[in-house]
């Protein structure tokens, strides 16, 4: 089984990319995949609730994090310093691990394939 890290670091609603980015890992989740996402840098904006991407005539967000344990994605991952630097608040949740930047290279490191990492 290969280990796959989706990482979603561009704002959400700019563009496609990170709708296509969750999109993918739900595709690498049905073919068996040990499938994790990243939000880090600009990418933790997407994890803001009481999205309306409707209103913009794309899919909301919010919306789409919320089917991922259907596919069995349950390896969510924030980036503490990415959160942080954009005084963000986002909810404790058992869904959503923050990680720090040590822990992140870790995570990476763990993979057999990293998909969408950008800067």
């Excluded at 709708?19 to 989740?29: H, I, N």
């Excluded at 409707?54 to 967000?61: A, P």
């Excluded at 924030?78 to 058992?94: E, M, Q, Y």
Aim: proline share 5%; with cysteine; hydrophobic share 45%.
């Amino acid at each position: 089984m290969k280990k796959m890290l989706f990482v979603v670091s561009q704002p959400p609603y700019v563009n496609t990319h990170n709708a296509e980015l969750l999109e993918a890992a739900m595709v690498g989740a049905v073919f068996e995949g040990e499938v994790s996402i990243l939000f880090r840098d600009d990418g933790v904006w997407s994890l803001l609730p009481d999205q309306h991407g409707e209103l913009i005539g794309q899919k909301t967000f919010s919306k789409m994090l919320s089917a991922l344990p259907t596919y069995e994605v349950n390896q969510i991952f924030a980036c503490t310093a990415s959160i942080a630097t954009r005084d963000l608040t986002i909810a404790p949740s058992p869904e959503i691990e923050q990680l720090t930047l040590e822990q992140q290279t870790q995570l990476i490191a763990a993979q057999d394939v990293v998909i969408g990492a950008q800067r």
